[in-house]
């Protein structure tokens, strides 16, 4: 949402004149640059960070940006550090013994193939899209109704209702890639906890 409103009013004027998801024409943006975004790196700790790292003092940054960097891997950019902020807390769950095989996407975010895509590379996993627009809703309906005994198990219930439209496949070379920026990534909010803190006075 941050995308779209400070850094997409000309997508979002374009998108109520056309009927469009502004999001797609931001993410249509981002496909012109190659993974990385020739070494541009966005930290998305907007309002601070809760997971992996419980720091209410994060802030958000862009570093690595030149000259050459275009608002195409600004926001590129944002879509990956975003991406990896949630692979972190993936990597959390399976770390807790955790087998998880494949990702369902729903909502907003899952409209765009791209972004979907993008994830699928970076937790080198299947990256599926499921029939329901709402996740949060869909999934308390579900649990309601084996609350109430429509079905006996919250496993039961999603083999029945829960459909998937499309699934991807992760990009072995491009995950590989991905993973050596994710590190670095990580490096970042590492070097910079300090100067967070410092900022947080500063405010």
Not at 37 to 45: A, N, R, T, V
Not at 47 to 63: H, L, M, Q, S, V
Not at 194 to 202: A, H, I, K, T, V
Request: with cysteine.
């Amino acid at each position: 949402q941050w995308l779209r409103n400070q850094l997409g009013q000309k997508e979002q004027e374009q998108a109520n004149r056309h009927g469009v998801d502004p999001y797609e024409l931001l993410t249509r943006q981002a496909q012109q640059v190659g993974p990385g975004c020739e070494g541009l790196f966005f930290l998305p700790y907007l309002t601070g960070e809760r997971c992996p790292y419980p720091d209410a003092n994060a802030r958000g940054a862009w570093i690595g940006l030149t000259v050459r960097h275009t608002r195409a891997a600004m926001i590129r950019s944002l879509l990956e550090g975003v991406t990896y902020g949630m692979c972190d807390a993936l990597r959390i769950i399976e770390a807790m013994g955790l087998n998880v095989r494949a990702i369902r996407l729903s909502g907003g975010g899952a409209r765009s193939r791209f972004w979907r895509q993008l994830q699928c590379d970076i937790y080198s996993k299947p990256v599926a899209m499921v029939a329901a627009e709402e996740g949060p809703a869909y999934g308390a309906a579900i649990l309601a109704g084996v609350g109430i005994g429509w079905w006996r198990s919250v496993p039961q219930a999603c083999r029945a209702v829960v459909k998937q439209v499309e699934t991807l496949t992760p990009d072995r070379v491009k995950g590989r890639d991905y993973a050596r920026r994710h590190r670095q990534y990580q490096r970042f909010y590492m070097s910079l906890k300090q100067e967070f803190e410092n900022l947080g006075s500063l405010a």
